[in-house]
């Protein structure tokens, strides 16, 4: 087998099992995110349901999270995103880790034809993608002992991995004490390899105090959209932005304050029209001649995300 040097940034994540009772909570909540997510995914186009579908082994979960979310004139700029942060090595026209990628799932493939699916979505297909070729590979088609049963041993450095056929069909399992030694491979890789760092939406807005008249102010607060974290429900993107403003005079006594909510709510005709643009909010306000320092909280109630803005300004 050809030896590579790529490695995943990601394969399992440790965990302890909860309680009885709350281990039916995790349950009903899993079941709940994980019907919202599949019904997010059902209403993606054919590109980005494939991308979705190939990247299944390397994506976070916060990334697909954020996939499923943002609006569809926004995923190929994900899409393309996703693997330039991956790249070794900018500085060359290649993507070293995508081509890597995508030259193990065809392997997997001619690897393991037998079984019920294709070879890169068996267990021997996910590890092979995942951890590449194994150091060495030890094939028993009877079993390794009398009344055994089809297994393949992959040893990467010290650690084995184990593949059962139970039903003889030519469906490996991964045998579940190997998941132990997996975590342990994967943490030796974590060691050479820098961890990618995802690149989050950060939520932000623009804020400035303009001059109406004598005495009368405007304040002007403007949030790209494509700062804003979206949820879709009933076929709109909807989402609540919380608004906190206050203005001080120059003994910092608070002289004036403004809350409300500001709902957004966008159909797939809106996404065509808003990309580039901003949500705005302007707000008039009337105080004496002096000195004055402003205060603006904005929340977005989708991702509880919060920024805090300070402005001066003089009447």
């Not at 990628?101 to 995942?130: C, K, M, T, V």
């Not at 009933?234 to 919380?242: A, C, H, M, V």
Request: with cysteine.
């Amino acid at each position: 087998m050809r030896k590579s040097v790529f490695s995943p940034y990601k394969i399992f994540s440790v965990f302890h099992l909860p309680p009885a009772r709350s281990l039916v909570l995790l349950f009903c909540f899993l079941f709940l995110v994980s019907c919202a997510s599949y019904k997010l995914e059902k209403n993606l186009d054919p590109e980005s349901r494939a991308f979705l579908s190939k990247v299944r082994f390397i994506i976070s979960r916060q990334e697909r999270k954020i996939f499923l979310n943002i609006a569809p004139s926004e995923r190929k700029n994900f899409i393309e995103e996703f693997w330039k942060k991956r790249d070794p090595d900018p500085d060359t026209e290649e993507n070293e880790f995508k081509e890597e990628y995508f030259n193990r799932i065809e392997e997997a493939n001619h690897l393991f034809r037998e079984g019920g699916s294709p070879g890169w979505l068996q267990d021997r297909g996910r590890i092979y993608i995942l951890l590449g070729p194994p150091d060495n590979r030890e094939v028993y088609p009877r079993g390794y002992d009398l009344y055994g049963k089809p297994t393949e041993i992959w040893y990467y450095g010290f650690f084995p991995i184990i593949f059962i056929d139970l039903a003889w069909n030519g469906n490996y399992e991964l045998k579940p004490v190997s998941a132990r030694y997996i975590s342990e491979i994967n943490k030796a890789q974590m060691q050479l390899k820098p961890k990618v760092k995802a690149k989050e939406v950060v939520f932000d807005f623009n804020l400035r105090v303009k001059k109406v008249k004598e005495d009368e102010m405007l304040i002007q607060i403007e949030v790209p959209y494509k700062n804003i974290w979206l949820v879709e429900k009933e076929n709109k993107l909807e989402t609540i932005l919380e608004l906190s403003v206050e203005i001080f005079d120059s003994l910092e006594k608070k002289v004036w304050k403004h809350k409300k909510n500001y709902s957004i709510s966008l159909t797939k005709e809106d996404l065509e029209e808003i990309t580039g643009k901003g949500y705005s909010i302007e707000i008039p306000v009337s105080l004496g001649h002096g000195n004055y320092t402003l205060t603006a909280e904005l929340e977005n109630s989708t991702d509880e995300s919060r920024v805090m803005k300070k402005i001066k300004f003089t009447i």
